[in-house]
């Protein structure tokens, strides 16, 4: 899971937004990406599924990405300032959860998470019931 501002998160249940970007700190191995919308939402709204995971330099990224990024060359360099690498979360099939998740609905007491978060198979099992549309985004 991941935290995620509402804008972006729309921007991918749109299907504007193809690539997540993130700095060097997700796993490589994970399949799935659980969306906690940040304020004012502050509720998991829901999931796509990782075609691949690109590491490269932020020039790299965007000279790659830019078309399907769904933010500005501004603010994207402004996200990557002093860094040398970044990854990109190429977006496959988007869940849009029916009924929103609290954290606290999620497991009592969860905090948003900082960079990312693991989730375990109850929950997961939970959004996926909660799902009613899902699409596919083609790069």
Sequence with gaps: ???????????????DKKVEFRKSNIPRHIEH???YET?????????????????ATPVDLWRRFSEVS???????????????TG??????????L??????????????PPQSFTYVDSHLWKTLKK?????SFVSQ
């Design 1 to 15: 899971m991941i935290s995620i501002h509402p804008e972006y998160a729309d921007a991918i249940f749109r299907g």
């Design 33 to 35: 990406v659980v969306l």
């Design 39 to 55: 304020s004012p939402e502050r509720k998991i709204t829901g999931y796509f599924s990782v075609k691949d995971i690109i590491e």
């Design 70 to 84: 769904g933010t500005t060359e501004e603010f994207f360099f402004k996200y990557y300032d002093l860094h040398n």
């Design 87 to 96: 990854l990109g979360l190429l977006v496959d099939q988007v869940d849009i």
């Design 98 to 111: 029916q009924n929103p998740m609290s954290l606290d609905q999620a497991a009592a007491g969860s905090k």
């Design 130 to 134: 909660r799902k009613k549309m899902s």
